[in-house]
């Protein structure tokens, strides 16, 4: 008999050998038809694995994270018989599942893939899945995986060549084979709607240097109705794509010339980041932060030191040398280095902890070409960036106190619909990490501990943490359901190790302070790509760049509209004037184009009585009022949004 351990904590008996699809039976003939993936202590198996010694079994139907993981891998299985059969001389590489959807990366040879090609390939995965072919795995010995694909797909036999003999499994379903670790829903035929999302390039291995592959993008799902809702709201997602919208508020640019990755602020976006600054600037004062400046550049050693040219140092900007012999610099890549020599800078006893020091720092980072996405993948970008020295006494409060920053930043800026993820260790993995296991388990309780005091709806997510310690990261969903991390907060024992960071205690000795790295924003580039993409452009009125449009019938009332504009600033009301000779309708669509909350009209009417007319983005008119009863408008609409933070 064996002893089966189910997420509520209960415990059933079994004889050994028992699948986990008769587990799940015997908890609920209904649950059980449900189930498509498992977990077995802490690897992901098949629903009809058989179970052998006594674990923790987790089961898994669609509405699992876990569940839709298994659900897109086995998807792409379906993809590449598909494209087997389509393509005579097709070279399979890798098809994993992805946050939304799976995608195959093939060398064609000579053939091609274009969006005429999708609808042939969608029928021909609808036909496979149809015939509700099982998945089954076997174990194979190296040297027959080898032979399998020797002669016929380089890729394979690169991948299989640096596998150990013993760890190499397959997966069957109908008449084809692929490599695979495992992690399958049952069958084909759970599969009932499938798209192809588009197709891109991508380098073997992520190598610039190595031959150019395919990749194909889908998505699948047991209902029909369901993408149905998941395309609708992929045409809602191009529509507020940051990179359209960017554009067409007037943002932010690229330039080749200035290079890959490296956006260029427009006047617009600039004021819009200013006043995200001044707004975090204004709660971190009186959260009791002092504001630094860093270089963006630092020497080599400063880095090695840190341990972040081990872990990042190939993913960076190459060294920079200078006339001097073996010196070397390099592109900022994180702030935190530079920090803690601010804090070396002088001696600190426990009566100045905590010190905190914030700033707006650059940093710079050599991502892949075929991973640069607008703001949301950059190569220099701006963190929102402090770092709390503190002893370990007052860790709780502090690791709190930032808690109720970042809750402030994200619900005043319309993202209130959230779960907090505990990132810890990969506790299989444990190389990954520096710092010894008793620091590491202190740090991974003080964030857990903070989490339950501040009642967080909280998950704990292994694997996740930073190389230096753990962290607490706010995973928010937007206005169409898509999940992001944004914020951040962790707890470091390591670099005041690494740094030698001291203070004195009231017991006259040296002690080391605990450092809590924290970005409410994360990143600015970042953020405000999402904010753009979760308002779809429409900022809080607090934030957007231009807060009214001043429109004139005609050029008769354009010395009426410049008196308004004066009026308007001078209630600290950011408006301009549009005295183009144009129609009113005309003006009226470009400022609804521009998501300009107010158009202001003026005209014979509003000039006799000192009045303007109001019509609101979307197309409410709000009448005849003052420019006093406008302003008094606008403040309160701020004010409803904008509440002040509370230390």
Known sequence: MIKITLPDGSIRSYNSGIKVIDVAKDISEGFARNVISAKFNTTIIETVTELTTD???????????????????????????????????????????????????????????????????????????RAKHDFKMRAVSKGDALAYYNGKNEYKVDLIEGLDDGTISFCDHDTFSDLCRGGHIPNTGIVKAIKILSVAGAYYKGDENNKQLTRIYGISFPKQKELKTYLERLEEAKKRDHRKLGKQLELFAFSKKVGQGLPLWLPKGAALRSRLEDFLKKAQQKAGYEMVVTPHIGQKDLYVTSGHYAKYGEDSFQPIKTPKADEEFLLKPMNCPHHCEIYNTQPFSYKDLPKRFAEFGTVYRYEQSGELHGLTRVRGFTQDDAHIFCTPDQLDQEFKNVIDLSLYVLTSLGFENFTAQVSVRDMTNLDKYIGSLENWEKAEQAIINAAKDKSLNYIIEEGEAAFYGPKLDFMVKDALGRQWQLGTIQVDYNLPERFDLTYKGSDNELHRPVMIHRAPFGSMERFIALLLEHTGGNFPLWLIPEQAIILSISEKYEKYAQKV???????????LVDNRNETMGKKIREAEMKKIPYMVIVGEDEENQMKITVRKHGGENLGLITVNDFSEIIDTEIKKTLQEFKV
């Open 565 to 575: 504009l004066s009026l308007l600033e001078n209630a600290e009301i950011r408006a």
């Open 55 to 129: 674990g923790n079994l987790t089961l898994y139907t669609w509405n699992d994270a876990e569940g839709k993981t298994a659900f897109w891998h086995s998807s792409a299985h379906i993809l590449a018989q598909a494209l087997e059969t389509l393509y005579s001389n097709v070279k399979l590489w890798v098809g994993p599942a992805i946050e939304n959807g799976f995608y195959y990366d093939v060398d064609l040879g000579n053939d091609t893939i274009s969006d005429k090609d999708f609808k042939t390939i969608e029928d021909k995965m609808l036909e496979i899945a």
